[in-house]
Structure formats: structure tokens, C-alpha cells
């Protein structure tokens, strides 16, 4: 079945430093990829989102990466800060199947250490 | 602001017992899902329903079911609860473009 696969499960950074997460989604179909960052006790919010028709997104300290080929995606995050400490969750979705299913990854949580 | 909400916001239950969950939205979405959370298994989809006559199964539906009572109400039950049913519960609901999914503050169920 579908399946999205995310590493690592939990990541430590120093303040100021960058932070990589990676997805790799197995349904070719797959044309929509939105991150999620879940701060404790807190619901998970979009931080950012790539279409299958562009391999880059910025946003301030964050971006996404997609290679379609190898089916992967990533998500970067430079400078970090204290208030990055989350769980950040990828997924993968076909917008054309009228759906609008997202399969999740298991989530990385992000510690950065002051 | 349009929100979604969800009742209760924690639950203790005992094994046997049946239980309902409720998630409403006011951002006039037509879409809305139900999700579970549990420690290093990300997010998992019960059902999902695009109106109210519709509604269909996601990848974990066994043991639990659905209501889409009106546009902004969705339901979930547990005809009886178990233990392994311990987990956070999500509720999301998302536009006809399905560009992006809002989720609600999350259920806490704990069955004894």
C-alpha cells in the first residue's frame, strides 16, 4: 500500500545550526507534499507545502526540497532556533484523485539545544 | 475566527464501554477526517467524509465508525473500547481543493 517513510525519528541540533528531515513516498501518483510541525500539547499546523511541478520552496529559514525521481523530499531548516523544538511530520497526497488522502511519515522530533 | 473544535478534549473510559467523540468546524469546509496519533507512528486515518452523504474508510477503520450528521459535524465512536484504542485523536477538515488540512486541538482517550 502507500507508505511514506521519515528520517531520522529524533533530531539534535546546536541554536543557529541547520536541520534536514527526509521523506521518501512510494505512490508515484503523489503530486502534493505538506510538512506539519507539532509543537507540545499542540495541534499540527502546515509550515510549508511543494507541488510535483516545482523541485524547490522557500520560506523565510525553511524549505523543501522535491526529487521525483527518486521519490524523496526534504525539509530544511536554517538558523534554528529555540521555538523549532517540535515534531514535524511530512506527507504525501494525490490531488487528482479527488480524495485528498494524506499519508503521513512517523514524525522527527526536532530538539534544539540553546 | 473559523476554527475546529473537538469534545472532549480528554476522555478516561473502561474496556466494554461505548464512547463518542465530536469535531466541529466553522470554516465551512466540506471535507473533514478523523486521524489517531500514538508515539512514533505519526498520524493514521480512520475516515474521512467529503459531505454528508459520503463517507469512507481510511487505513485503521476497524472498531470504529462515523457520523457526518451536517456540514461541520463529524462524529467518531467507539462501539466498545479497548485498551490498544488508547491514543490522541485528531479531527481535520480541509476545502474542495484539498490544498490544506486544519486540525482541530485533539481528543486524549485513555480506555482501562
Known amino acids: 500500500g502507500e507508505n511514506v517513510e521519515q528520517h531520522p525519528s529524533t533530531l539534535s541540533v546546536q541554536e543557529g545550526d541547520s536541520a534536514v528531515i527526509k521523506c521518501t513516498y512510494s505512490d508515484s501518483a503523489s503530486n502534493y507534499f505538506p510538512w506539519y510541525k507539532q509543537e507540545l500539547g499542540k495541534r499540527p499546523q502546515l509550515i510549508i507545502d511543494?507541488?510535483?511541478?516545482?523541485g524547490e520552496k522557500k520560506d523565510q529559514r525553511i524549505a523543501v526540497t522535491l526529487n521525483k525521481t527518486a521519490k524523496h523530499f526534504s525539509l530544511h531548516i536554517t538558523e534554528t532556533q529555540p521555538e523549532d523544538s517540535a515534531v514535524y511530520f511530512c506527507?504525501?497526497?494525490?490531488?487528482?484523485?479527488?480524495?485528498?488522502?494524506?499519508?503521513f511519515g512517523t514524525g522527527t522530533r526536532l530538539k534544539v539545544l540553546a | 475566527d473559523a476554527d475546529v473544535t473537538q469534545t472532549p478534549r480528554n476522555r478516561i473510559t473502561k474496556t466494554g464501554k461505548r464512547i463518542m467523540l465530536e469535531c466541529s468546524q466553522t470554516?465551512?469546509?466540506?471535507?473533514m477526517y478523523w486521524y489517531r496519533q500514538d508515539p512514533g507512528l505519526g498520524l493514521r486515518l480512520i475516515y474521512y467524509s467529503f459531505d454528508v452523504k459520503d463517507i469512507n474508510k481510511g487505513e485503521i477503520s476497524d472498531g470504529y465508525s462515523v457520523s457526518r450528521q451536517a456540514q461541520a459535524k463529524f462524529s467518531l465512536s467507539l462501539e466498545s473500547a479497548i485498551p490498544n484504542q488508547t491514543a490522541l485523536y485528531f479531527c481535520?477538515?480541509?476545502?474542495?481543493?484539498?490544498?490544506?488540512?486544519?486540525f482541530g486541538p485533539g481528543t486524549r482517550l485513555t480506555v482501562l
Open positions: 481535520a477538515t480541509s476545502d474542495s481543493r484539498g490544498n490544506e488540512q486544519f
Open positions: 470554516k465551512g469546509h466540506d471535507r
Open positions: 511543494i507541488r510535483s511541478n516545482v
Open positions: 506527507a504525501a497526497s494525490n490531488l487528482n484523485s479527488g480524495t485528498y488522502k494524506y499519508i
